[in-house]
């Protein structure tokens, strides 16, 4: 869902952008685009419901494996407190730079794997809420 990517959960507010950056839509980053299409594309871009569906098995798959811390939070505010937190500390670890179009954001190897890493386990997180009793599914 959604709301465990942590770029849905935050805007950024510098004296450059006292408006906000509008969930890191208006930061752009080196190579084109925005930052939040940086988070949303961490685990690919390809929308085939058979590869969705695989991968959110395995990322599922690689969170019960590795924890359940999480999993029986079944409290939507608590997940967007989770997500900002991260938003926080991660999505704009970057600094203070703003990415105008005339100066963006350079994220690097690792800034981008982090983001990988966080998705992929935030992917996983959502498919064990909605897998338990209640979800509705």
């Known amino acids: 869902s959604d709301i465990h990517n942590p770029v849905h959960a935050a ?3 510098v004296k ?3 408006q ?9 980053v080196a190579g084109g685009g ?3 299409g940086t988070w949303d594309t961490s685990l690919g871009t390809d929308e085939a419901p058979e590869l969705v569906n695989r991968s959110v098995q395995e990322y599922a798959a690689e969170f019960a494996k590795t924890s359940q811390t999480g999993a029986r939070n079944l409290d939507p505010k608590k997940w967007i407190d989770e997500s900002f937190v991260l938003a926080k500390a991660e999505v704009y ?3 203070l730079a703003v990415g105008s179009r005339e100066q963006p954001v350079i994220l690097d190897a690792a800034y981008l794997e982090k983001a990988r890493q966080i998705s992929r386990r935030r992917a996983g997180l959502a ?3 909605s897998d338990r009793p209640g979800r509705g599914r």
């Open 11 to 13: 805007s950024r507010f």
């Open 16 to 18: 450059a952008m006292p």
């Open 20 to 28: 906000g950056d509008f969930i890191a839509t208006r930061v752009q």
């Open 34 to 36: 925005a930052l939040h």
């Open 93 to 95: 670890s970057f600094g």
């Open 127 to 129: 498919a064990a809420r």
